[in-house]
């Protein structure tokens, strides 16, 4: 009597609903049909099947999913329970209409922004991931476009920190199953029992209760799954997703139910797959079959005209989520990160600006707050190659860079040397490198030398 009374006041409503007397019918419809909510009874009278171990149950397999608890026996201590186990919210009975529906507009409109907030950050990571200006970012750019549309298999190949994921995110998105949904594991993080269950699920059958996870592959049928550093996977979990691919089917554990295999395959690896599979660690066929397309994410120090663009975008977004105000880098700061090598990619940098956010630096401008060549860690010095008077060596400065980039790091080192030799006095430096005062503040601002601790100007007597 309940569940019609309650489906025929959503109904009313414009709300489309189905019902279930129990929690095995439950789990059914809760698989075949994908509701955006569900209404469930603390009691469902069949013993210990009741709804707060199915509230469990929803709770782990659908992210999205809000739960709105009811109870005719309901007391201060059941309400904060199923709250805290992850229910939206809870209604006694007998209820008034007004009430239910008031709870149920709210828990949908609070899914949905959930939903809108997770695909945001998603897209804000993938444009942070493919940051920069580089030929070797646009020909990447224009590689994840390319594969994208294919819907085939790829590898991502890529140092250790250069975020692989984001950039098979970016595949999926522009992708036809872009709608669907995007899961990724790392193989890394998880025992080999663990890795299994997480790919292909888990079926238990106990004293007549039948209990279902859905493994990854199940869960990205139509869409997309990113498997990082599989190398690390036991050779009988390379085998099994080996013969997943050729059968384009699987079973979960301790199950008989054959399921279809609709998902694309994404796998990401570092640069040295090619011995692994050389040397038999990892299956040459399985490796064939997964590396229909091969993306290679450029390293940091490859591209290091895009180091300044990185630190200052980074140091930007760090600061609006920590609410603070952004620090600058002044020039001799950025001649060290530029010629840093950076081994742990990009995942380092973001790492840094981090920090270097929240530093007690040792700049006296207040409002600036420029990070100096003082303000750097030692470790970043000594692996930028910076002699102990600050000059930068010429040798691992400028080796990586163009003809055009070198040329204006080697015109700031210079100046910033000049500008230091004479206590900062712009009038003594410019009649030193032969410019005019004038010509020389233009060219100090070109070359982003603004920092106040390092000039000042005095006017010509």
């Not at 930007?316 to 742990?344: E, V």
């Not at 003809?403 to 410019?430: H, P, V």
């Amino acid at each position: 009597d309940i569940r019609d009374l309650v489906s025929g006041i959503l109904s009313d409503e414009g709300y489309e609903t189905i019902v279930a007397s129990c929690y095995i019918d439950a789990l059914a419809l809760l698989k075949e049909k994908g509701p955006n909510l569900v209404i469930l009874d603390v009691w469902l009278g069949n013993g210990e099947k009741d709804g707060m171990r199915l509230l469990d149950v929803i709770n782990e397999n659908y992210e999205f999913m809000p739960v709105i608890m009811m109870s005719g026996h309901g007391t201060i201590e059941t309400a904060v329970a199923a709250i805290k186990n992850g229910a939206y919210d809870f209604v006694e009975k007998p209820f008034a209409a007004n009430r239910l529906l008031t709870s149920v507009d709210k828990a949908i409109e609070t899914s949905k922004l959930k939903k809108e907030n997770a695909e945001l950050k998603i897209k804000a990571k993938v444009s942070d991931n493919i940051l920069g200006k580089s030929q070797s970012i646009l020909a990447l750019k224009q590689s994840v476009e390319k594969i994208a549309h294919l819907n085939g298999r790829c590898v991502i190949l890529g140092t250790a920190g250069s975020d692989k994921e984001l950039v098979a995110r970016e595949i999926h998105r522009l992708s036809s199953r872009s709608k669907s949904s995007f899961s990724s594991i790392n193989c890394h993080s998880h025992t080999p029992s663990q890795l299994e269950i997480e790919l292909f699920g888990l079926f238990i059958n106990d004293s007549g209760e039948t209990r279902i996870k859905r493994g990854l592959f199940e869960q990205t049928n139509g869409g997309t799954l990113f498997i990082n550093d599989l190398d690390a996977a036991s050779s009988e979990i390379q085998l099994k997703v080996l013969k997943t691919i050729k059968e384009s089917s699987f079973f979960r554990i301790g199950s008989s139910e054959r399921i279809s295999l609709d998902t694309r395959i994404i796998s990401g690896f570092d640069n040295r797959i090619d011995e692994l599979v050389k040397n038999g660690s990892f299956y040459d066929e399985l490796f064939c079959r997964l590396n229909a397309n091969t993306l290679k994410i450029p390293p940091l120090i490859s591209r290091r005209e895009d180091i300044s663009s990185l630190l200052n975008y980074y140091m930007t977004q760090s600061a609006k989520a920590h609410n603070l105000m952004p620090r600058k880098f002044a020039s001799d700061a950025l001649g060290i990160l530029n010629a840093y090598s950076w081994p742990g990619d990009v995942l380092q940098l973001k790492n840094f600006v981090d920090w270097a956010l929240t530093i007690n630096i040792s700049s006296q401008n207040s409002q600036e707050q420029f990070i100096t060549a003082a303000d750097l860690p030692k470790d970043i010095i000594v692996g930028g190659n910076i002699s102990n008077n600050g000059g930068v060596q010429f040798i691992s400065l400028f080796s990586e860079l163009s003809i055009k980039d070198a040329r204006e790091e080697f015109e700031r080192q210079y100046f910033m040397e000049q500008l230091k030799k004479f206590s900062g006095n712009i009038s003594q430096t410019a009649k030193f490198v032969g410019m005019e005062r004038s010509a020389l503040h233009r060219k100090l601002k070109s070359l982003n030398i603004t920092d106040s601790k390092f000039f000042k100007t005095y006017e010509e007597s």
